[in-house]
């Protein structure tokens, strides 16, 4: 049965006060510019244009162009990123090459849900529990940012909820589409004195394009804040998801040609999926309060205490596992500027620290058909993740922007086994103490056109999902990786502000790579290897080609390209029977591309499409096998009305692969008996609706 009624439930306790103020509608913008993008992501806001880093932003329009069923097409606009759902709810995010560490999920990224970590002490971030119609925008910072970030190589993500400047709103939408897809969000956003409250709540469900495919999520988002003495403010920020997605495994190439939508089939000594009932359970809830004092006119804190708690089941093709992870922690820092920004000379002075602890009861069973069977392993992993960061910004005669930036990070973790072993106190895994230093500067050669450069460390322990993988041994053995990215790049911008173009080089030279291997019965297991060597280049661009006006019957036209070309390769990887240095990197495509436009037309009218090209990918580390490249194009078109000057109706229907593409996205590497593949959904169409009032 569909769930309906938590939306109309929602709808119609806050209507009243959301109506109390105009509505700020998302009409067509008079002009065509492009909006000052802010960068939040360095502590404070600064225009993006002059930010000596990486930095792509995912803005709300350009979330509103995709379907908004998922996260994967909007991230793979950006250059460098690389996204991948392997079944509905199964996401995999890598930047810069960290597929070779994420057969599922998110590793190697530090991922923030506004100021609080959604990356765990062991390094497990539970993208997938976030609905995308929640999310306000993203900032993608890549490369290694461990200075302010604590313990990553590839870079971080940080997700901004809210726009708390959108005034008093109620909003509901869904849609439905192909392969039995429904999605219903509503929220509703109330200012009311000092006080501003904004509540988030959807409905997701999916029946898959393949056999063991289906989904569903149910999730609920709360924010609250509170300004309590001019502009100090206090903000509440808590969401729970309960999702659940079946895990249909993967095909030899032999068995995606033959029958696409098949899930794992059965051999003489497994069962099928479906027979297994393999599937995730996933229950996620967090909550964090964050404050900020401005102590003076020139210094303030920011003081952040979090708590996250997973319920994780994993009824799987090798086992049965049950995950009880609970996160506790604290982020703070302290800001003093100087106290003339308008002067030739000014600024910026961060001191602050990161602290958080994990704790994991980690359970596996037999699977007698998506049921416990007898026990296997029991194990506790506690996991304890630290850093102190200091960060100094100076702008000089407006044109010269320099950073420097240290952390000293510290991590370890203690693991129990309860059985078989049965042993009576923790054994610890300290590391070392590691310095992480990033030197960064910005030139204005002109007005409109800067200049960047960049070198960095990168640090990354082991995540608790290596240290123990599927085959339950847990392995002391694992060390972290590091490395140094030296990058350099530029953004040009218009001085009518209708086009940006934003380029990058950069050289990362990692040690210590961590890679994902699998035993003959498909358990995986993790090794360290030598290294790798990336080089690479990204380019975006985004600008009017058309004015918007309201004369013609365009009236306007906006184009998007990035493009990712990467060479990484394997350095001083070898085992007993191969030489694998100068070999590609495992899961990495050597290009990407990604075109889009949206077109404007008279009476509210628009028409967006994407197209991407990705190249095929070595799928295990020998480079013997390869995926196919392929080409995906896809649509949407709508239209929106003012029904009232304070009520906007939106009507959309869209279409994914149109040209009927087949293809895998989200391949398992280094796969046992050749299973790769995961078979992507032929061409679907989706429809909807939405009203803001």
């Known amino acids: 049965m569909l769930k309906l009624y938590p939306t109309f439930i929602l709808i119609f306790a806050v209507g009243t006060m959301a109506s109390a103020q105009k509505t700020k509608t998302d009409t067509l913008k008079k002009d065509s510019t492009l909006s000052t993008v802010t960068i939040k992501g360095y502590l404070s806001d600064q225009p993006m244009l002059g930010v000596p880093a990486s930095v792509s932003v995912l803005t709300p329009d350009q979330l509103k162009m995709q379907p ?3 996260l994967v097409p909007a991230m793979n606009t950006i250059p460098g990123v690389r996204m991948e759902e392997r079944s509905p709810g199964s996401y995999r995010l890598a930047i810069r090459g960290s597929e070779i560490r994420s057969p599922f999920g998110v590793r190697d990224v530090k991922v923030y849900f506004d100021e609080i970590p959604l990356t765990d002490a062991g390094g497990n971030t539970y993208l997938q529990a976030i609905d995308v119609n929640s999310i306000n925008s993203i900032e993608v910072l890549k490369g290694p940012d461990g200075s302010l970030f604590g313990a990553n190589t590839s870079g971080v993500v940080l997700i901004n909820a809210i726009n708390p400047y959108a005034g008093n709103f109620a909003w509901v939408g869904m849609n439905a589409g192909t392969y039995g897809l429904y999605h219903e969000n509503a929220a509703v956003q109330n200012q009311t004195g000092n006080n501003l409250l904004n509540v988030n709540q959807s409905y997701q469900k999916y029946d898959g394009y393949r056999q063991n495919s289906a989904m569903h999520k149910d999730y609920f988002q709360i924010e609250d804040r509170l300004k309590y003495a001019g502009n100090d403010e206090v903000k509440f920020l808590a969401f729970y998801s309960n999702l659940y997605y079946q895990t249909p495994g993967g095909l030899t190439l032999a068995q995606m040609q033959a029958n696409p939508t098949d899930a ?17 359970f996933d229950k996620t809830a967090l909550a964090g309060v964050v404050n900020e004092l401005h102590i003076t006119n020139t210094l303030r804190n920011v003081f952040t205490v979090f708590g996250t708690h997973v319920d994780w089941t994993n009824p799987s093709f090798t ?15 302290f800001e003093l500027a100087s106290g003339a920004p308008q002067a030739d000379v000014n600024w910026k002075l961060n001191l602050g620290g990161e602290w958080q602890q994990t704790n994991s009861s980690v359970s596996d069973y037999g699977n007698n058909h998506g049921a416990p069977d007898t026990t296997q392993t029991q194990d506790y992993i506690h996991t304890n993740q630290h850093f102190i960061f200091t960060r100094f910004e100076g702008h000089f005669y407006k044109n010269l922007q320099v950073e420097a930036a240290l952390s000293l990070n510290n991590y370890s973790y203690q693991f129990l086994n309860i059985y078989p072993l049965k042993q009576t106190g923790f054994t610890n895994r300290p590391f070392n103490t590691e310095l992480m230093p990033r030197l960064a500067l910005s030139y204005k050669i002109t007005g409109d056109f ?3 450069a960049s070198v960095s460390r990168g640090y990354s322990a082991p995540a608790t999902g290596e240290v123990r993988g599927t085959d339950h041994v847990i392995n002391p053995t694992l060390q972290a990786q590091d490395g140094y990215n030296y990058e350099t790049g530029v953004r040009l911008r218009d001085k009518d502000e209708r086009f940006l173009l934003d380029a990058s080089v950069f050289y990362y030279k990692l040690n210590n790579a961590i890679i994902q291997l699998q035993h003959a019965d498909g358990t995986t297991y993790y090794t360290n290897v030598g290294g790798a060597n990336q080089p690479g280049f990204e380019l975006y661009f985004t600008g009017w080609l058309i004015k918007q006006n309201t004369s013609s019957f365009i009236r306007g036209l906006q184009f998007n390209q990035s493009y990712t070309l990467n060479k990484f390769t394997f350095v001083g990887y070898q085992d007993a029977i191969k030489n694998y240095s100068g070999n590609a990197l495992t899961g990495v495509p050597r290009q990407t591309l990604v075109s889009s436009a949206q077109v404007l037309f008279p009476k509210g009218f628009y028409l967006s499409s994407q197209y991407s090209h990705t190249d095929g990918a070595p799928l295990n580390d020998a480079n013997t096998i390869y995926s196919g ?7 949407k078109a709508g239209w929106k009305y003012l029904l009232s000057a304070k009520t906007e109706l939106e009507v959309f229907a869209g279409v994914d692969n149109i040209f009927n593409v087949s293809y895998s996205l989200g391949d398992d590497l280094n796969a046992a008996l050749n299973r790769f593949y ?3 959904a032929l061409r679907n169409y989706y429809g909807g609706f939405s009203v803001k009032f």
């Open 68 to 70: 908004g069923n998922s």
């Open 264 to 280: 794992r089939l059965a051999t003489k000594t497994s069962l099928s999926a479906q027979d297994l009932k393999a599937a995730v």
């Open 319 to 333: 086992t049965y596992e049950h995950r009880n992870e609970n996160t506790f922690g604290l982020r703070t820092y």
């Open 450 to 452: 800067i200049w960047r």
């Open 629 to 635: 490249s392929y080409n995906l194009f896809g649509g």
């Open 678 to 680: 995961n078979p992507a």
